[in-house]
């Protein structure tokens, strides 16, 4: 006699496991178990009794997890380092749609696994479209990361020349050796540059040294006036033949020429003696490394350059900043031309500021009794701002949009090999002391003729390397290593000033009224 349909079935359910009722989860539960396992893929293919399949697909998945963790954790500079390469990036971008890609496939076949044959047309449409949304998503997130991925490879090539650019200024660091025990104190020259349409070529109207213990992150920001002359260089240096008495023309007597300002340098420096200090990406930068290093006394080790045009842009990227206004700061104007500014940032507390009001806060000078220096005073209070804004989640949250800004923003000399210590050292900068070192305009340039350079040094020495207290009976005093690039020569007796620093906590303080 033939087998009846109830035994049929029943012979079916024995000999597929897989179709056993006991064994397969509601459809409820099924989804559930899917889902679940999108954190760690392979569990819902164990739950789904495909043992072979699941192990295998979960050791993966946490050797994969356990890699990342010890990236992480444990060699975060050879992340970064991989992330400067352009080459690399390009894998990454592959590797990262192929782990998209397979995450996608394990997350259905898992649910089309564990889910009931016996599911209703509402439990089936429920659970269709909840696997179809977590696919978008994890599509949705593989393709952001990499069009991040793509954008880091652009910020690298503009950026940074590929990994490849050239600077005879930059210091010889031995690649075996901790850098900052090469480097216990960096100086970075921070250069804003504007090469507006009013102008001809560019000129860099801010001009400041960030000199940073790299040990601690304590950083000591110094600012010198655009209109400084005779900006001196080293007697060992090319440019000493060239200028001997400093960047100025002795012939036009003691008397202002904004072509020999130190704004100035950047642009005609180069255009006259082309290639005088080596193969360089940047010849202006170089030249000004050399001349501010030896104006302050101060061995300067790299560079970064600000274009105003995409400072806005960079600050709508990491979206705006926090500052303290004391007093209202003019927006656009121009006083040599009487034109007056087009509005005035208001006076308060924690303004926050977008992109274009953040770039006038840092350069807005119509009409300000001490302009330049109000201006500077501002400038390191941006500086410390930008700092507090750029945590490593909103620049996370905000990458795309700050690399495509960076590009157009920012040239550097900085190696990209070093790019993995300087994060670690930002990191430290964020957290410490940031101060400013004043130079004391009073005594040292009352105008820009011929400001008294030996006295800076005194006093950028003083607050750098401050003199040891006085030892006790029995021991010997010691004192810190030099920052200086050469000895300091001695100041004139009217130029001998108090060092004075300022703690940009304080000096960026809300006290209405204050200039």
């Known amino acids: 006699m033939a087998p009846s349909r109830a035994q049929r079935a029943s012979r079916g359910r024995r000999a597929d496991p897989r179709r056993a009722a006991s064994r397969r989860p509601t459809g409820i ?15 819902a293919y164990l739950a789904a009794r495909r043992t072979r399949l699941g192990a295998v697909v979960t050791f993966v998945s946490l050797c994969l997890y356990g890699a990342a963790a010890y990236l992480a954790l444990r060699r975060r500079d050879a992340v970064i380092s991989w992330a400067l390469n352009p080459s690399l990036l390009l894998w990454m971008v592959v590797g990262l749609s192929a782990i998209g890609i397979a995450w996608v496939v394990v997350l259905v076949s898992s649910y089309k696994m564990l889910r009931p044959l016996t599911a209703g ?143 100035a340098m950047y642009r005609n420096i180069p255009k006259k003696y082309p290639g005088i200090l080596g193969p360089s990406d940047n010849e202006g930068a170089d030249i000004l490394k050399v001349s501010v290093g030896e104006a302050l006394g101060l061995k300067i080790h790299y560079y970064v350059q600000v274009d105003l045009k995409g400072f806005a842009q960079f600050v709508e990227a990491l979206g705006g900043i926090t500052v303290n206004i004391n007093y209202p700061v003019p927006v656009g104007g121009n006083d040599d031309k009487k034109i007056p500014p087009s509005r005035y940032l208001a006076p308060g507390p924690n303004r926050k500021l977008n992109g274009t009001d953040a770039l006038w806060f840092a350069r807005g000078r119509y009409g300000l009794p001490g302009a330049d220096l109000d201006r500077q005073a501002r400038q390191h209070c941006t500086v410390k701002a930008l700092v507090e804004q750029a945590s490593p989640q909103n620049v996370l949250a905000n990458y795309t949009s700050i690399a495509k800004a960076g590009e157009k923003l920012i040239r550097t000399d900085i190696p990209t090999k070093l790019l993995g210590q300087f994060v670690t050292l930002g990191q430290r900068v964020k957290t410490a002391k940031i101060t400013n070192i004043d130079l004391d305009k009073k005594k040292n340039f009352p105008n820009g003729r011929n400001p008294d350079y030996a006295a800076m040094r005194e006093i950028v020495a003083k607050a750098i390397n401050p003199p040891a207290s006085t030892p006790k009976p029995g021991r010997t005093a010691t004192t810190a290593p030099s920052a200086l690039s050469s000895p300091v020569k001695p100041s004139k007796p009217r130029s001998t000033p108090t060092p004075a620093k300022g703690d940009l906590a304080s000096d960026c303080a809300y006290v209405p009224g204050k200039h």
């Open 121 to 263: 047309p509402a439990s089936r449409m429920l659970g269709s479209l909840v696997i179809g949304v977590l696919c978008f998503g994890m599509a949705f997130s593989t393709a952001t990361g990499a069009q991040a991925l793509m954008a880091q490879r652009e910020l690298v090539d503009k950026v940074f020349a590929g990994g490849d650019s050239k600077s005879v200024t930059r210091p010889t660091i031995t690649p075996k050796k901790d850098v900052w025990d090469q480097l216990p104190r960096l100086n970075v020259l921070l250069l804003g540059a504007d090469n507006g349409a009013d102008r001809q070529g560019t000129r860099t109207d801010t001009v400041m040294v960030a000199s940073i213990d790299t040990k601690t992150g304590n950083t000591s920001l110094i600012s010198l006036t655009r209109n400084f002359m005779r900006m001196p260089f080293p007697a060992d240096s090319p440019l000493h033949e060239k200028y001997p008495t400093g960047f100025w023309d002795p012939s036009e007597g003691d008397s202002e020429d904004s072509e020999f300002y130190l704004d």
């Open 29 to 43: 539960g099924a989804l559930a178990i899917a889902v679940l396992g999108v954190l760690v893929p392979g569990t």
